[in-house]
């Protein structure tokens, strides 16, 4: 199993990002994907998660209304949407993979992505 993300990069505060996580080895369709973010010296973090079918999503309060989860089945891609950026938005961030269910916390993870990193100049 591998998920690949992309996107990341140097924004200024107020910009925007869009992150994509292309998965393989795994069928798409029964895993429920979510983003997860780690800065420097903190826990890694939940920050949003949508279901198998893309007709469910959830996020985390620090995220809601600036970022937005999406996935093309067809495409085996989850994507995050990221608007207004801030500089604690930068930070590691992690798509990851959970069987049957939207990934709202570490635990119910069985796969990250290997990580992008997202950088917000002030």
């Known amino acids: 199993v591998q998920l690949q993300a992309s996107g990341g990069g140097l924004v200024e505060a107020g910009g925007s990002l869009r992150l994509s996580c292309t998965a393989s080895g795994l069928t798409f369709t029964v895993y429920g994907m979510g983003w997860f973010r780690q800065a420097p010296g903190k826990e890694r973090e939940f920050l949003a998660a949508i279901n198998q079918i893309g007709g469910s999503t959830a996020y985390a309060n620090s995220v809601k209304g600036r970022f937005t989860i999406s996935r093309d089945n067809a495409k085996n891609t989850v994507y995050l949407q990221m608007n207004s950026l801030k500089s604690e938005d930068t930070a590691v961030y992690y798509c990851?993979?959970?069987?049957?269910?939207?990934?709202?916390?570490?635990?119910?993870?069985?796969?990250w992505g290997q990580g992008t990193q997202v950088t917000v100049s002030s």
């Open positions: 990851a993979a959970s069987l049957r269910r939207a990934p709202s916390t570490r635990e119910l993870v069985a796969y």
